[in-house]
């Protein structure tokens, strides 16, 4: 089964901030990785999708990248903003036997303060 | 257009009380997955209906965890003689057919609260 883990857990910065999420997987091998963002009571609103044959993928402020080697991702976000506050969950696919159901990290929670 | 729907939104059960939850997945998505997310926690994958064959039920919990997709649209989780441990938020997630990576969709999760 694919392993997901993100650090930090927790994560405050001063409005205006440039910062970095991590993501790391066990399995290599991997189809795809999705980045989400939930809001407190909220479902997952998906930001970005990387393919296994990408490296990176972009999207305004916020920019994903993938490395299979090393099994990382990273979730850049620029110019941070107090409404970009969230949880943000990262998640790869497991094998197709299950329909790619996905398996998550236990995300970082991100507070942007003005 | 509609996205993933879900109801109830919130649901408070009395331990051993059994409970439904709806999923309305996005119109000709043939995947249906469902999860339950524990407070601070990633959502756990439950289990996956590909149109009305459920695929996959290795992520259910326990026997009193049921799943059905009978027309393969709608689908219900039930859960029968609820328990405090089955607190959570149960979110639905449906994929096209015709998007090749797999892309899921999530709805706004049903809060579930046993007292």
């Known amino acids: 089964k694919q392993e997901v883990t993100q650090i930090p857990a927790a994560l405050s910065v001063p409005e205006g901030e440039n910062l970095v999420l991590n993501c790391s997987f066990t399995d290599s091998a991997i189809y795809n990785l999705q980045w989400f963002r939930q809001d407190p009571g909220k479902g997952l609103t998906s930001l970005l999708l990387?393919?296994?044959?990408?490296r990176e993928q972009t999207s305004g402020r916020l920019n994903a990248s993938l490395d299979k080697s090393s099994g990382r991702s990273t979730l850049y976000i620029a110019a941070s903003q107090p409404g970009d506050s969230a949880t943000y969950l990262c998640a790869a696919p497991s094998n197709s036997n299950s329909g790619y159901a996905l398996n998550f990290g236990k995300g970082t929670s991100l507070l942007v303060t003005p | 257009g509609a996205g993933v729907s879900q109801s109830p939104r919130y649901k408070v059960a009395k331990r051993g009380q059994d409970v439904a939850l709806r999923c309305d997945p996005i119109s000709g998505h043939v995947s249906l997955f469902w999860y339950q997310q524990a407070l601070g926690q990633g959502p756990e994958f439950l289990t996956y209906f590909q149109n009305e064959a459920q695929l996959d039920k290795s992520g259910l919990p326990s026997d009193r965890f049921f799943a059905e997709r009978p027309e393969g649209s709608v689908s219900t989780l039930k859960i029968q003689r609820t328990q405090q441990e089955d607190s959570a938020v149960y979110l639905c997630?449906?994929?096209?057919?015709?998007?090749?990576?797999?892309?899921?969709?999530f709805g706004p999760g049903t809060r579930l609260t046993v007292l």
């Open positions: 997630a449906s994929s096209s057919p015709y998007d090749r990576y797999n892309e899921q969709f």
């Open positions: 990387i393919q296994s044959s990408q």
